[in-house]
């Protein structure tokens, strides 16, 4: 890998939300997508070791997933930038990147930590997903997430909802 920056495997565009029902409404009036798949109130790895609960809703449109995260409560800090304290709001948050195997998410992870990149978050989803979170705000304004799946994962995420 010689770029900095991994564009290959483009995967998933994350959204940040504080209200999910008006989210997955939204998209369902405008973009003709749901149900989502829906886990709410999940414990899960905030950033820098810390806790944090959210809920998410996943499908697919087309090739590209889209993902939909509402922090709930804990360290809410990778959200907090883009979402307003009060009033209804759907932002940007991430773009994500599949990547094929464990040694080139290894090898992503070292190369941008040797060039000084903050690596926020780094954890799994259920043994099926293995990913970190890379905070490449300062150049693109959004940070990027990459992962990569196990067998487990891959027949999961092919049951996802497609519109």
């Not at 008006?22 to 709410?40: I, N, Q, S, T, V």
């Not at 959200?79 to 773009?95: G, Q, S, T, Y």
């Not at 099926?128 to 705000?137: C, H, I, K, S």
Request: with cysteine; aromatic share 12%.
């Amino acid at each position: 890998m010689s770029n900095l920056l991994l564009l290959d495997g483009f995967f998933q565009i994350g959204y940040a939300t504080n209200d999910l029902d008006k989210a997955l409404a939204l998209f369902k009036d405008k973009f003709d997508m749901g149900p989502f798949a829906e886990m709410r109130n999940m414990a899960v790895q905030g950033p820098h070791n810390t806790d944090m609960t959210a809920s998410f809703a996943l499908a697919y449109k087309g090739d590209t997933m889209i993902e939909l995260i509402q922090p709930v409560a804990g360290d809410t800090s990778m959200f907090d930038h883009v979402l307003p304290a009060e009033d209804f709001a759907i932002r940007h948050h991430h773009f994500a990147f599949c990547l094929d195997s464990m040694e080139q998410l290894d090898e992503a992870e070292q190369k941008m930590r040797g060039q000084g990149i903050d690596i926020p978050v780094k954890g799994n989803g259920m043994e099926q997903v293995f990913f970190f979170y890379a905070d490449t705000r300062p150049w693109l304004g959004h940070y990027s997430e990459y992962l990569t799946l196990t067998d487990k994962g891959r027949e999961t995420y092919a049951q996802l909802p497609r519109y």
